[in-house]
């Protein structure tokens, strides 16, 4: 792992780490983190691998995205503040799941790189995975997921209280 790879890590997790205080979302702040996995997307991701056991892989890899993405959108409150201006604000459960996503890929990039490999090769022929960007694609496809998933539950959100609908507390956003 590269230092741009702990870099891109770090900011994933102080997305919504800093989110804890809530803070006033802008459409900027929702397209941030698609941005930084997006560039991730771009130079790791080529093409999904052949083969029924690593598609499942990957498919699984995405899965796991989706639910913590959808999750964590829905542990974040979104609503207006006394000034009218719409506030996110991650709940405790929003940051377990974004930093268990991220965590995980990170523990196991640094599992593999630091003497793992041999282990995840032996699991592989096992199950039938043939090739390394199998587990690169489940990575990268899963952190895509998560957070395009979260963005997209934040986002309609943002987008409803931007169109006018009534304030409501915290609490209240999150039980609808």
Known sequence: ??????????????????????????????????VV??????????????????????????LAGLLLGVGCGLATAVYRNADGQIIGKAGALAAVLWIAGV??????????????????????AAHGITTGEAWVDCLILMALVEILSRTAVLGTRYWRLSQGSASRSPASVRAS
Do not use: C
């Open 37 to 62: 996995v997006g560039v991730v997307a771009a130079e790791y991701l080529h093409g999904l691998p052949s083969g029924t056991a690593n598609l499942a892989l990957v498919f699984a890899g995405a």
């Open 1 to 34: 792992m590269s230092a741009t790879d702990y870099l891109l890590n770090g900011v994933l997790i102080a997305i919504v780490v800093l989110q804890l205080r809530g803070h006033k979302m802008t459409l900027r702040l929702l397209v941030l983190p698609i």
């Open 103 to 124: 965590g995980a890929r990170l523990a196991f990039a640094i599992y593999v790189t630091h003497g793992g490999s041999g282990a995840i090769g032996r699991f592989s």
